[in-house]
């Protein structure tokens, strides 16, 4: 059941939502009276979406409606990863995403769209923007760039390829990764670390099952892209977020740099998650 709870002028709400293949999962909202424009945010690999509220509440303070999507197997999703439920990229782009879009239009309808991410979230949004350009017509991103190892700077790149093809081999051995064990992403499906380390190591984006060119596809986009970096974040360096832009070739595209001073809080991959008032300020500059 959809609750509802009116917070002022701003409607906190969870959404039942169901993708086309009986997947569900809930759709965290925070929904202004009268919003400006609506953003359907995409988490970052192994990151619950309750994560994002501080984000979500600080954009709806703003103006701006916030829908938190559910990665499938995280968070108030009704699967888990194991060698007996398994599933890529083709079920997150074109299965779990639709059927957030689709809540997204009815409890925001008539404002403009913007779709964005965290991390593996800001590329799976660059990709989705690929298989239906009319989902949105602004990308934000924050803490995002492309995995491939050639994209990182020196003290990184060296040991990127190793990293990718172990977590695929674990994933493969133990029928999903058991991230929380190792301290990278959640327990996450084998599918998943798949085509998420064949970007790493090729720097080309593909989903098994997908039959569309999802490179040719985001190179075709015209849209407004904004991107945050956070200066000392090792996971989503400038450079491979520049790698991840350079893919939108026809879209205008405008980075900003955010350090501690400005965050006021660390500059890293996750520390702005609960202080994001200089996120939101950037973004909606």
């Known amino acids: 059941m959809d609750e509802s709870i009116d917070s002022g002028a701003v409607r906190a709400l969870e ?32 990151i619950a979406a309750r994560h994002y509220l501080p984000l979500a509440d600080a954009l709806a303070a703003r103006g701006i409606a916030v829908f938190v999507h559910e990665w499938r197997g995280g968070g108030s999703s009704d699967v888990r990863a194991s060698r007996d439920c398994d599933w890529g990229y083709r079920e997150l782009l074109t299965l779990d995403i639709p059927a957030s879009e689709a809540l997204v239009a009815g409890h925001a309808p008539g404002v403009p769209r913007i779709l964005g991410g965290h991390s593996l979230g800001g590329q799976l949004a ?19 760039g492309a995995p491939y190892w050639r994209a990182f700077p020196l003290r990184t790149k060296w040991w990127l390829p190793f990293v990718y093809r172990f977590l695929a081999w674990l994933a ?7 991230g929380r064990r190792i301290g990278f992403g959640g327990q996450e499906a084998r599918g998943v670390v798949r085509d998420w380390s064949r970007s790493g190591l090729s720097g080309r984006y593909a989903a098994a099952g997908v039959d569309v060119d999802l490179e040719a596809a985001m190179a075709a986009l015209t849209l407004d892209a904004h991107a945050v970096v956070l200066e000392r974040d090792w996971l989503g360096p400038l450079p491979s977020l520049r790698f991840l832009l350079s893919k939108l070739r026809h879209s205008s595209q405008r ?24 996120v939101v300020a950037a973004l909606l500059d």
Do not use: N
């Not at 660059?126 to 995002?144: F, I, Y």
């Not at 980075?255 to 200089?278: E, F, G, N």
């Open 126 to 144: 660059c990709c989705r923007l690929g298989l239906s350009p009319d989902s949105a017509a602004r990308l934000w991103l924050v803490g995002s």
């Open 15 to 46: 959404l039942d939502a169901e993708a086309a293949d009986g997947h569900r999962f809930q759709l965290l909202a925070r929904v202004p009276a009268q919003p400006q424009a609506s953003v359907l945010w995409l988490p970052a690999m192994g």
């Open 255 to 278: 980075i900003d740099v955010l350090d501690a001073a400005t965050l006021d809080t660390r500059a890293d991959h996750y520390a702005w998650m609960k202080q994001p008032q200089a």
């Open 172 to 178: 493969e051995r133990h029928g999903a990764l058991p």
